[in-house]
């Protein structure tokens, strides 16, 4: 790890004072992909503005037909959450199985959304749930704020600070685990909301995590979900699973998904 | 059986330090004055080094010194064993240098050191050393090395990349078994590439005392002697009277912490220049990159087979990827701890092997737990399944139609080796009966009901271990003696120190040592003191590898104890003015024959150290005795193990529903302790068959260089385990002990395999390699399914 200024400001509206007066920051959420990243010399901020003394950032309220979670909620806070077991259990059960209980202890949905990867389970819930990522800036529809692989339609000093899910009629989440990272192979996030059903895929896709139109229009048509129409050649390829086989289990967890989600 | 003596489940004395934090790693020592070292790893596979440029690195902050192997002129990294080629010749032993000597040969290759105040620093000032490479074409498959042009890792000092063509056996006689027989069964496999993977990564702390011109080595390290043997003899000319090498707390080693490393070499070196103490602790991308790995064959075999399903003989040919350089026991590890095994446990009469050692651009590999015999059992054990199916016999009675009988020990294979003593049948039917083998079909119905694929597969395996007999593997090329020494030291007060020259990095000595003691001298468990990892403190050892430990460190120790009763014993009979043949021992008590007379062992401790009434005139004072063992033999533990799986044709993963394990592991000092032994076994046999792979790509980069990319067995990988033990007493040491800590790891890959073969049977699918993961199978069963090619 090279040296670095850290800055712990106890409010938002600090945090994003300390990020505009930095050379060259970075924000840190839970720290789950940045410190080890930084471990490893992959990067090196010169300033690190640490969001966990922002207790403004932390909590989960519900009024039945909206989910509010504040970006620092971590994993494992949502996983526990009445509020969001109610509402959207899919998204509480999904929070119970990244990582491992200290990832799950220390990551946050901010961070997770913010940092876009591409193989994170959160990206795809928030897309097929048609979340609003609310920041210090504006409020952004999650179709507009994925924008590929480790990228957001964030602008460098901006900061989460909310997530606002609608309450879908139905969800859930079939994930197929990296055998050794446990990061997913392939994930599919099927909704059932009131504008038809969204299906999200993750893992798969060299550009980060996807809507599957071609998937919803099956399941809205009524037909059993299959990946035929997915282009084999957008899919990622690695030593753990060819693109051919990414592609084929989108439409297993497809299938699992809308199984489970009843 | 006493509470704390052979044969009780004792809880392990040292898990409360370990499980306390209270342990003592390498790590964990700090020395006054202490400096850090950072060693900077080629990033290239194959590389020739035109120049280095330290200058800004050695003035960089807190910077104390920076090494190239310019500067490092030391001797090379030996090699503990030495096999000769076909022809009689010697193999081909390339210099191994602990910094690079104008070329770089593996990705993670020793280029620098740079010592400095602190780890940071150090690691700071390594990137701003300059390294002028010329990069040149690399070559990581043992198959592609040997080909005509491939790149040369060595040059001139191993043509060919070859390390050696090593044969056992007549091969003209086994072909002449081949033109009798009725089948021939054939298999091309590979046994998949592993990286150890101990929990403590390595570390090295190297010490250099002006006033005595001492220096000390810790280390982690499963045999400190021989490290200091290795490193003071060929790599740094120290004696041993000026070298102490320290294994401390070791947190597992698998085998990877046997052999003498260049870290070692170079913090050792590096303090008798700068005059303080360095420390070096790898991180985990450095342990991917250079503790050897494991495994990494090649091979094909020819099964002869008669009408009956009877084996007539065997043929087996193996590439064996040594990797870049020599580790210490490597050459051994294809040859004398694989092609002897490859009897099995089945008469087969005539037996041919021939391996080629093959030098590639990549991480040196060695010995991993088990070491020649998984890939041993697990080449036969799928032959065998396979020669089955292809007779159409029942893959148990193929089996059992070839085991050695039980009353045909000793047995002398065809392949070097007598095996002592054995019952495969015994250790079948348990496994048979323990995993309700007989009604599986029902349970297979059931599965498909779920729409599961459900398999079963066995293995019945034998493994070689208490290594060794020192005569036997010194005329097979070992450099060394493969005994083991012990001490007791009775204290004047009645408690006792063992010093042992086997090495505990987690198999649990301090207790079942102390067992041995207690069940000898009737002293409660307390009252002894297991101390080992100290050259300065012990008197000598070869360490703990190879399941050795208790058949041959714990024999030193039985035969030390026994040294330690006959003197107590006369002093005994002096203080109750009795013969000495009259004298009993039983219990901690001394007792006379017919008479109610009796001193305990703590009295005649303390008379031997406090001599007042003592018969001086035929003994010395004191209660201390050693002794050197050497086997007769090595043990030989054997077993069945049954794994049941259910693949989800869907995703093709595996789960295993069940892992039967009976395993012959002889006389059994603590239960709990053997179970433990074995389940870890179990855990690194499965995730070698279903979950570990150590992947280059072919530019000879590692490509599951971190636990993102290379699947560690987890929990919820594992079944709960049946497994238990069926034993036959060794029959060439006092114990009747044969070892455990190997045969999980051993029995278990060939009996996964042949179950999601025997899962996928139905499909069509004949072969998958390991690992079989979740991507492989689904693609095996893709190809199976697919309409033959038009031919």
Same mark, same amino acid.
């Given at each position: 790890m090279y040296e670095f200024s850290y800055h712990k400001p106890s409010s938002v509206a600090d945090a994003a004072k300390a990020m505009g007066s930095a050379d060259d920051p970075k924000i840190l959420a839970g720290g789950q992909t940045l410190l080890p990243t930084m471990k490893q010399r992959l990067a090196s901020p010169s300033d690190v503005v640490s969001?966990?003394?922002?207790? /403004?950032l932390v909590g989960i309220s519900s009024d039945g037909s909206t989910l509010t979670i504040g970006a620092m909620t971590t994993h494992a806070a949502v996983a526990a959450s009445g509020d969001v077991q109610k509402a959207i259990p899919a998204l509480a059960a999904l929070a119970g199985n990244i990582g491992d209980a200290q990832v799950r202890n220390r990551g946050t949905i901010g961070g997770s959304l913010a940092n876009?990867?591409?193989?994170?389970?959160y990206p795809s819930a928030a897309l097929a749930l048609g979340a609003t990522i609310v920041t210090t800036k504006r409020e952004l529809s999650a179709d507009n704020f994925f924008t590929g692989m480790f990228e957001t339609?964030?602008?460098?000093?901006e900061i989460i600070t909310s997530i606002r899910f609608p309450v879908p009629q139905a969800a859930a989440y079939a994930k197929f685990d990296n055998?050794?990272?446990?990061?997913?192979?392939v994930g599919v996030f099927f909704a059932k909301t009131s504008d038809g059903p969204r299906v999200a895929v993750t893992g798969a896709s060299q550009g980060g995590v996807f809507r599957a139109k071609d998937i919803e229009e099956q399941i809205a048509a009524g037909k059993t979900p /299959?990946?035929?129409?997915?282009?084999?050649?957008?899919l990622n390829a690695d030593i753990h699973a060819t693109a051919a086989y990414r592609k084929h289990l989108i439409g297993v967890m497809a299938k699992r998904a809308v199984a489970a989600a009843g | 059986m006493s509470a704390t003596g052979i044969g009780a489940s004792v809880k392990r004395k040292e898990d409360f330090r370990f499980l306390t934090g209270r342990g003592n790693y390498t790590d964990d020592i700090n020395q006054p004055n202490q400096t850090y070292a950072y060693i900077l790893r080629s990033p290239h596979a194959h590389a020739k080094i035109k120049g280095i440029d330290t200058a800004a690195a050695k003035s960089?902050?807190?910077?104390?010194a920076v090494f190239t192997g310019e500067d490092m002129q030391v001797g090379s990294i030996p090699c503990g064993w030495g096999v000769n080629n076909k022809d009689g010749s010697p193999m081909n032993e390339p210099f191994h240098p602990a910094l690079a000597q104008?070329?770089?040969?593996?990705?993670?290759?020793?280029v620098a050191v740079v010592i400095a105040e602190t780890y940071s620093q150090a690691k700071d000032a390594a990137e701003l050393i300059e390294v002028d490479y010329e990069e040149l074409p690399a070559v990581t498959n043992s198959e592609k090395a040997i080909a005509p042009g491939a790149p040369l890792v060595h040059d001139d000092a191993a043509p060919n990349n070859m390390c050696y063509d090593w044969e056992l056996g007549d091969e003209a006689e086994v072909d002449a078994e081949f033109k009798n027989a009725a089948h021939v069964v054939s298999i091309d496999l590979t046994n998949n590439r592993l990286v150890p993977n101990a929990m403590e990564p390595r570390a090295a702390i190297g010490d250099y005392n002006k006033g005595t011109g001492e220096y000390t080595l810790y280390t982690t390290s499963q045999n400190p002697h021989v490290i200091r043997l290795l490193m003071g003899a060929f790599?740094?000319?120290?004696p041993e009277h000026k070298l102490r090498v320290v294994a401390p707390d070791?947190?597992?080693?698998?085998?990877?912490?046997?052999y003498h490393y260049a870290e070692e070499a170079i913090v050792t070196w590096a303090a008798g220049k700068v005059r303080r103490p360095i420390k070096w602790t790898a991180e985990r991308s450095e342990s991917f990159l250079s503790d050897a790995h494991g495994r990494d064959h090649i091979s094909h075999a020819d099964l002869a087979l008669d009408k009956?399903?009877?084996?007539?003989g065997l043929k087996v040919y193996t590439k064996a990827n040594m990797g870049a350089y020599l580790s210490t026991f490597s050459t051994c590890v294809?040859?004398?701890?694989y092609a002897t095994l490859l009897a099995g446990v089945y008469t087969t009469p005539k037996i041919y092997v021939n391996v080629k050692a093959i030098f590639t651009n990549t991480v040196p590999v060695d010995a991993y737990r088990g070491a020649g015999r998984p890939e041993a059992t697990y080449l036969l054990e799928r032959l065998v399944t396979k020669a089955a199916k292809q007779l159409g016999m029942d893959q148990v009675a193929i089996r059992q139609k070839n085991f050695i009988p039980?009353?045909?020990?000793?047995y002398q294979t065809p392949v070097a080796l007598q095996y002592d003593s054995g019952n495969y049948e015994a250790t079948l039917k348990k496994a048979m009966e323990l995993s309700k083998w007989d009604e599986f079909p029902q349970r297979k119905a059931e599965a498909a009901k779920r729409g599961k694929l459900r398999g079963i597969g066995i293995s019945t395996y034998l493994e070689a271990c208490g290594i060794a007999p020192s005569a036997v593997v010194g005329s097979l090329g070992a450099r060394a003696g493969l005994f083991e020494s012990a001490n007791v030291r009775v204290h004047p007060t009645g408690s006792v120190s063992i010093y042992t020259g086997s090495h505990s990095h987690g198999q649990g000595h301090e207790t079942t040592f102390a067992q041995l003691v207690s069940e000898t001298?009737?002293?409660?468990?307390?009252?002894i003191n297991i101390e080992h990892g100290d050259t300065n403190r012990i008197a000598f050892g070869m360490g703990t590898?190879?399941?050795?430990?208790?058949a041959v460190g714990g024999e030193a120790i039985m035969k030390a104890l026994g040294k330690v009763v006959d003197k107590a014993s006369k002093i005994a009979a002096h203080l109750m003015e009795a013969s000495v043949e009259d004298v009993e021992f039983k219990d901690g008590k001394f007792t006379v024959a017919g008479t109610d007379k009796e001193v305990d062992f703590g009295t005649v401790a303390l008379t031997a150290y406090v001599?007042?009434?003592?018969p001086h005139e035929t003994l010395e004072p004191g209660l201390e005795e050693n002794a050197f063992y050497d086997p007769m033999n090595f043990t030989y533990p054997g077993g069945c193990h049954i794994c049941e799986v259910e693949i989800?044709?869907?995703?093709?993963t595996t789960q295993i529903v069940g892992m039967t394990a009976v395993d012959?592991?002889?006389?059994?000092?603590n239960p709990m302790i053997v179970e433990g032994q074995i389940h870890g076994g179990l855990a690194q046999g499965i995730g070698q068959a279903l979950l570990e792979s150590c992947e280059y790509d072919d530019s000879g980069?590692?490509?599951?260089?971190s636990y993102m990319d290379y699947c560690m067995p987890r929990a919820?990988?594992?079944?709960n385990f049946m497994a238990t033990t069926e034993s036959t007493l060794?029959?060439?040491?006092?114990?009747?002990v044969k070892g455990c800590g190997e045969v999980g790891a051993i029995g278990s890959p060939p009996a996964v395999i042949n179950a999601v073969l025997d899962a996928l049977h139905e499909l069509g699918v004949e072969d998958i390699s390991m690992p079989a993961t979740p991507q492989k199978i689904w693609q095996a069963i893709q190809a199976a399914s697919m309409p033959a090619a038009a031919e």
């Open positions: 969001l966990r003394g922002c207790r /403004d876009n990867d591409p193989a994170a389970d339609a964030l602008e460098e000093d055998p050794a990272s446990r990061y997913a192979l /299959d990946s035929s129409g997915i282009a084999e050649n957008s | 960089a902050s807190g910077v104390v104008g070329k770089v040969r593996h990705v993670g290759d020793q790599v740094l000319q120290l070791v947190g597992g080693g698998f085998g990877s912490k046997i009956d399903g009877k084996f007539l294809p040859t004398y701890l039980a009353d045909a020990f000793p001298l009737g002293i409660p468990l307390e009252n590898y190879g399941s050795r430990s208790l001599p007042h009434n003592y989800d044709p869907d995703t093709g012959d592991v002889g006389r059994v000092i980069q590692l490509t599951s260089g919820d990988n594992l079944p060794c029959a060439h040491n006092s114990l009747g």
